[in-house]
């Protein structure tokens, strides 16, 4: 299904009445639902709602062809075991509407599957490509190298950067627009950002705030001037990981190896030139 109408299928699934005008009658009347839709399909991949397909609960069918003469054999049996079902139900609790809805190991179980049925929009795959180059282990020597850094003015005496040696494997913090765009996805540089490229950009935004991470300072309702953040001495809209530390904002890199970071206190970074563009 197209997008328009996946939206349009929910809604019509969400439905617990339908108003019909039947033959001859004037007004509408008010039917409520009194069956179960079901479809087949041979796709694997055929949700389309990224935040997920609670509405549809899925079978797999494994066998090669299904056995109609035993399913008509045993049909009754089959709708006396659903009819004692909601009898017991019904005894439990005689009024208001019964809960209708999976629980538990069985509830997770049919999250898994909805999950592997849904299709990956574009945007997602952006997200996915973006933390990957984010996780990237490198040694600090190979990031200032793509950063085309001068090694030797950004050195300490002792030929670490604030304690960090040239050596440890690090990897970045954060990202902005124009970071996630140009280095992690490879678009030209001297291309202008298209309409598509900006929504699939707020839509990675969005969904990365839900799950937790800082875009900016994190705060709501502020323009993007006042609301940005200062990483490794540039200060930028940046998005930033959720279990960033105060060292790590200052440095502009997280250290791999806990033991190849300086002590708790001991890096002191300026917000001069020398630490833009760390990421």
């Known amino acids: 299904m197209a ?9 019509f699934m969400s439905r617990q009445q339908d108003d019909v005008r039947m033959v001859y009658d004037r007004s509408r009347t008010s039917f409520p639902r009194q069956c179960v839709i079901w479809g087949t399909t041979n796709d694997k991949e055929y949700l389309r709602d990224a935040t997920g397909g609670r509405r549809y609960l899925i079978v797999e069918m494994t066998a090669e062809q299904i056995d109609t003469d035993r399913i008509e054999r045993d ?10 079902g909601y ?19 069985a509830a997770e179980t049919a ?12 945007w997602e795959g952006w997200m996915e490509t973006i933390i990957e180059w984010l996780d990237e282990g490198l040694t600090l020597q190979e990031l200032f190298n793509r950063q085309e850094r001068d090694t030797e003015k950004l050195l300490d005496g002792d030929d670490t950067f604030h304690g ?3 050596t440890a494997m690090v990897c970045r913090v954060a990202f902005s627009q124009q970071d996630a765009m140009r280095k992690a996805l490879g678009m030209n540089a001297n291309a202008p950002i298209t309409a598509q490229a900006e929504q699939f950009w707020s839509k990675v935004v969005s969904k990365m705030k ?15 001037t006042r609301n940005r953040a200062t990483i490794g001495g540039k200060q930028k809209m940046w998005m930033i990981r959720p279990d960033i530390t105060d060292e790590e904002r200052k440095r502009g890199f997280r250290v791999c190896n806990p033991a190849q970071a300086p002590e708790s206190g001991s890096t002191q970074v300026a917000d001069d030139d020398d630490y833009d563009d760390l990421l």
């Open 3 to 11: 997008k328009s109408e996946a939206n349009d299928a929910k809604a």
């Open 75 to 84: 049909r009754d049996a089959i709708w006396q075991a659903a009819a004692l």
């Open 87 to 105: 009898d017991e139900m019904r005894a439990e609790q005689p009024y208001g509407t019964l809960p209708l809805f999976l629980q538990g190991e």
């Open 111 to 122: 999250k898994q599957m909805q999950e592997r049925a849904r299709k990956s929009e574009a």
């Open 164 to 166: 960090v040696p040239l």
């Open 210 to 224: 839900e799950q937790g991470w800082i875009h900016g300072k994190g705060k709501e309702n502020v323009p993007a």
